[in-house]
């Protein structure tokens, strides 16, 4: 029994890290198309208050929160990449483990 197949899971978790990096600079391809519409209503809201010579502190709040509900939403995706790569690893141990133990030596 070979090492276990986790080429895939890799793939997918490298994948992840290089969105949430992209994130962290603010760069809108990764976001989900509720993300997107959440930040630019957000800054149109700001950029409309700005010409009106009103405060932004709203506008920045929401902003804010749509960039940390990204942030967070690609944390959670990465977190449960991992924890199913661990899962194949286990798999992969316990059956290698239980072939060894059915031998006759």
Known sequence: MGKPDTRRLDREIRQANR???AVREREMWPLTNSERRAIVAAMAGGGYR???GRSTGRAEARLE???TGAETRLIAEITALHTERQRV???A???KAA???SGWW
């Open 65 to 67: 929160s749509a960039w």
């Open 50 to 52: 700005v010409v009106r």
């Open 19 to 21: 969105k949430l990096e």
């Open 93 to 95: 141990a316990a059956a």
């Open 89 to 91: 690893v286990n798999e």
């Open 99 to 101: 072939k060894k133990s």
